[in-house]
């Protein structure tokens, strides 16, 4: 049964709106030159295009923007809780701002981001983060305006942090990091509870935007030169589950694959539960759809997943994965996301992992050291294995990793590409990096005006961890 999404009304927008001039008004009254912001981005993706937003939303407000901290009048660190690391980088990061503060009141700090919705971080911060002015949560991006407005004008802090599932907001303005290269959520939140993952209890229930929103945001991309559109949600194979008539995400490809422009479509995270037969054949016919799968399996062992919550076993996954590589060959990349060390994992169980990493052949992992989120299931269960342990044993999955990483370039040797080049390179001063189809970079001599094109480059020698080629000229 579809269930009803909170959607913003257009009244609420409305009144944004009047804070988005009322700011510009006073802030005009208050400075003599635009004054400028800087937005501090953690964590993934889903926070790089919320802070396109409220980037997107402070230019109306008549902000200009600098990265340089210590000469701005507005500091929004917009942070990530996942994991702990992440956490004491945001609270080193805001204290080192305490003396700019002191010594410039008018200026305002600002914390949103998945952190702050939760209860304990927000505590912190009003006890002992005294300089900061405005806290807001991952539910309110679209108030903004409002929020920044009332920080400006009143004398106490500003805390709205409300708990709730979640909604979503069309219309907010957006400045976009790149001119080439966007991010459209097609969903947010997450419903699967992995038991380790703090996310569901921080970004509220999943909820898909409508097939029509994503699409016009989509050929506006297109109509504006964007060529690598990446559609993001915690688990986009939910995406439609929640709509009326119901969706599925395959058909959103099909879709967007359909409409017309030279472009390419990326997509991430799948969940192995719901990855679905359907969209692997889409993958394979949809030519504007990139052969890349990020696919994370979090570990090889059964015990430990059906520890994690994960809803799937090593067989079920690799049967995902041996019937991509069958429909896909060498043009498919995996990538996907590991688990080190989860609590109660023996070392035996972790053999299961390394086992898994090397049948499965990913060009790349993102691999990490299990850390202990307050409110998650995991963080109650014994861990009696000790971090350093659990380095040694990431250590091993790093070198397997690298050496199948090492055999997957070799496999190109010689092949051409179809690459989107974004950018400069980094091995040497007129190299050009590109991106192929599969997720793989590949660098090579060539003109700066071909960045944002589309090239045919030949790989001449394989690295380990990217390429290096030759634009195909014929
Ligand atoms: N500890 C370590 N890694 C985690 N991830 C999510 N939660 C945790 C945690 N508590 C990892 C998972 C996920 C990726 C985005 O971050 O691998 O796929
Ligand atoms: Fe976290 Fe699991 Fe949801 Fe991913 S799918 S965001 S790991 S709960």
């Not at 501090?40 to 937003?53: I, K, L, M, P």
Request: glycine fraction near 6%; aromatic fraction near 10%.
């Amino acid at each position: 049964m579809a269930v009803e999404i909170k959607r913003v009304s257009p009244q609420e927008l409305e009144k944004q709106k009047e804070f988005t001039v009322k700011t510009r008004n006073l802030l005009a009254e208050r400075y003599d030159s635009k004054p400028l912001a800087c937005v501090v981005t953690y964590g993934c993706q889903q926070n790089v295009a919320d802070s396109e937003h409220i980037k997107g939303m402070l230019e109306e407000m008549g902000y200009g923007f600098t990265d340089n901290r210590l000469e701005a009048k507005l500091v929004i660190f917009n942070t990530c809780a996942v994991r702990e690391h992440a956490e004491d980088r945001v609270f080193g990061n805001v204290g080192a701002l305490k003396k700019y503060k002191l010594a410039n009141p008018d200026v305002i700090i600002a914390l949103c981001g998945c952190m702050m919705q939760q209860k304990h971080i927000a505590a912190k911060i009003k006890e002992s983060f005294a300089f900061v002015d405005l806290v807001f949560g991952t539910h309110v991006l679209h108030r903004v305006p409002e929020l920044v407005y009332t920080a400006l004008t009143r004398r106490k802090r500003v805390f709205e942090l409300p708990d709730m599932d979640g909604v979503i907001a069309e219309g907010v303005p957006v400045k976009r990091d790149n001119d080439r290269k966007a991010w459209i959520p097609i969903m947010y939140g997450c419903n699967n509870f992995c038991s380790y993952c703090i996310v569901p209890y921080v970004r509220g229930r999943e909820r898909s935007r409508l097939v029509d929103d994503v699409v016009a945001e989509f050929e506006q991309l297109v109509a504006d030169g964007y060529k690598e559109i990446t559609l993001l949600g915690q688990n986009v194979n939910s995406y439609g589950k929640d709509l009326e008539p119901r969706v599925t995400f395959a058909q959103l490809l099909r879709l967007l694959n359909d409409l017309p422009g030279d472009f390419r479509i990326r997509f991430m995270t799948s969940h192995p539960k719901d990855c679905t037969k359907e969209l692997l054949d889409t993958m394979a016919q949809c030519d504007k759809v990139a052969t890349h799968l990020h696919l994370p399996f979090q570990s090889g062992n059964n015990r430990v997943l059906r520890a994690m919550n994960r809803g799937y076993t090593r067989e079920h996954y690799m049967e995902l994965i041996n019937y991509a590589k069958d429909l896909m060959g060498d043009e498919l990349s995996i990538t996907s996301d590991i688990i080190v060390g989860f609590p109660g994992e023996t070392y035996e169980e972790f053999q299961d992992t390394l086992s898994l990493v090397k049948e499965l052949g990913a060009t790349s992992l993102f691999t990490f050291i299990y850390s202990p989120r307050l409110g998650t299931p995991a963080a109650k269960m014994e861990d009696p294995i000790p971090y350093e342990e659990k380095s040694k044993w990431m250590r091993q999955l790093l070198a397997a990793q690298e050496e199948i990483s090492a055999q997957q370039m070799a496999l190109h040797k010689d092949k051409v590409f179809k690459c989107f080049v974004f950018g400069k390179g980094k091995t040497g001063d007129n190299y050009l990096a590109a991106r192929t189809d599969g997720n793989l970079i590949i660098e090579f001599e060539g003109d700066e005006g071909l960045v944002g094109t589309f090239q045919n480059i030949k790989v001449t020698e394989p690295l380990t961890y990217i390429m290096m080629g030759e634009i195909e000229r014929n």
